[in-house]
C-alpha cells in the first residue's frame, strides 16, 4: 500500500540529499583554524577515509576548499570565500529542514496517538530511535497513552526518555501493545523487519495511516 498524503508530506519533508549533510559536516570542521588532515576529518565525522577523499575533490571542485602543501607530502585543507559562503547556505537549510521536520511530523504523531486512544488504546511501542522519534514522543505527552517500550536494533543498550532501548526481537517477546514506527528513515525497513518476526500488519502504525500499511 502506498503511504497516505499526510505520510508522504512527512517523507518529503525529511528527503534531504546525504552529500549536502556530509558536504556541511565537512566545510564546518575545515572553518576552524586547524589545518586538518584527511585522517583527522575521517576521525571527527566517523566514516572512511574513502569518503572523505571523495567529498573533499567534490567542494575543491566547486571552489569550497582549497588544498595547502606541507613538507613530507602532507596536505591540508581550507575554507575559500566561496566555501564560507556555501556552508551559510548549507546551514540555513538544514535549519529550515528540521523546523520542516518537526511541524509536519509533530502534527501526524498527534493525529495517530489520538486515535489511537479513541480507540481505547492505552499503551504503545516505538520501533526505531532517531530525531524523529524525540518529536514522536513529544506528540505523544499531549494524550493520554504510555511508552512501554522502545525498540532499535541499532541502539539497543541505550535508554530513550527514560525508557530502555531493547532489540526489536526482545520487545516482541514481552510487549503486546501497538508498535508505532519512529524513525522516517528506515520506515520501510523497519516495518518489513517487524513483517518477517510476525507481527501483525494491523498492530503497526505509521503516523498519518492508523490501518494496516503493508
Same mark, same amino acid.
Given at each position: 500500500?502506498?503511504?497516505?498524503?499526510?505520510?508522504?508530506?512527512?517523507?518529503?519533508?525529511?528527503?534531504?540529499?546525504?552529500?549536502?549533510?556530509?558536504?556541511?559536516?565537512?566545510?564546518?570542521?575545515?572553518?576552524?583554524?586547524?589545518?586538518?588532515?584527511?585522517?583527522?576529518?575521517?576521525?571527527?565525522?566517523?566514516?572512511?577515509?574513502?569518503?572523505?577523499?571523495?567529498?573533499?575533490?567534490?567542494?575543491?571542485?566547486?571552489?569550497?576548499?582549497?588544498?595547502?602543501?606541507?613538507?613530507?607530502?602532507?596536505?591540508?585543507?581550507?575554507?575559500?570565500?566561496?566555501?564560507?559562503?556555501?556552508?551559510?547556505?548549507?546551514?540555513?537549510?538544514?535549519?529550515?529542514?528540521?523546523?520542516?521536520?518537526?511541524?509536519?511530523?509533530?502534527?501526524?504523531?498527534?493525529?495517530?496517538?489520538?486515535?489511537?486512544?479513541?480507540?481505547?488504546?492505552?499503551? %504503545?511501542?516505538?520501533?526505531? =530511535?532517531? @530525531?524523529?522519534?524525540?518529536?514522536?514522543?513529544?506528540?505523544?505527552?499531549? *494524550?493520554? &497513552? +504510555?511508552?512501554?517500550?522502545?525498540?532499535?536494533?541499532?541502539?539497543?543498550?541505550?535508554?530513550?526518555?527514560? %525508557?530502555?532501548?531493547?532489540? =526489536?526481537? @526482545?520487545?516482541?517477546?514481552?510487549?503486546?501493545?501497538?508498535?508505532?514506527? *519512529?524513525? &522516517? +528513515?528506515?520506515?520501510?525497513?523497519?516495518?518489513?523487519?517487524?513483517?518477517?518476526?510476525?507481527?501483525?500488519?494491523?498492530?503497526?502504525?505509521?503516523?498519518?495511516?492508523?490501518?494496516?500499511?503493508?
Amino acid at each position: 500500500m502506498k503511504p497516505s498524503g499526510s505520510v508522504q508530506n512527512m517523507n518529503d519533508a525529511i528527503e534531504k540529499p546525504l552529500d549536502s549533510s556530509r558536504s556541511l559536516q565537512l566545510l564546518s570542521e575545515i572553518s576552524g583554524e586547524e589545518p586538518l588532515s584527511q585522517r583527522e576529518l575521517s576521525r571527527r565525522l566517523g566514516i572512511a577515509v574513502g569518503l572523505v577523499n571523495s567529498y573533499l575533490k567534490n567542494l575543491v571542485s566547486k571552489g569550497y576548499v582549497r588544498v595547502k602543501d606541507f613538507p613530507s607530502n602532507r596536505y591540508a585543507y581550507l575554507l575559500t570565500p566561496q566555501g564560507i559562503a556555501e556552508k551559510s547556505r548549507l546551514a540555513y537549510q538544514h535549519l529550515s529542514y528540521f523546523t520542516s521536520l518537526y511541524t509536519v511530523a509533530r502534527q501526524d504523531y498527534l493525529d495517530l496517538f489520538r486515535r489511537l486512544e479513541d480507540a481505547g488504546v492505552q499503551e %504503545v511501542v516505538f520501533c526505531g =530511535v532517531d @530525531e524523529v522519534a524525540e518529536v514522536a514522543f513529544l506528540s505523544l505527552q499531549e *494524550t493520554g &497513552l +504510555k511508552l512501554v517500550a522502545v525498540m532499535d536494533d541499532e541502539k539497543q543498550g541505550g535508554v530513550f526518555f527514560g %525508557v530502555p532501548v531493547v532489540t =526489536v526481537v @526482545e520487545g516482541l517477546s514481552s510487549i503486546g501493545s501497538p508498535v508505532v514506527i *519512529t524513525s &522516517l +528513515k528506515r520506515r520501510e525497513l523497519l516495518v518489513q523487519e517487524l513483517l518477517r518476526l510476525g507481527v501483525a500488519g494491523g498492530r503497526i502504525f505509521v503516523a498519518g495511516n492508523c490501518v494496516e500499511i503493508f
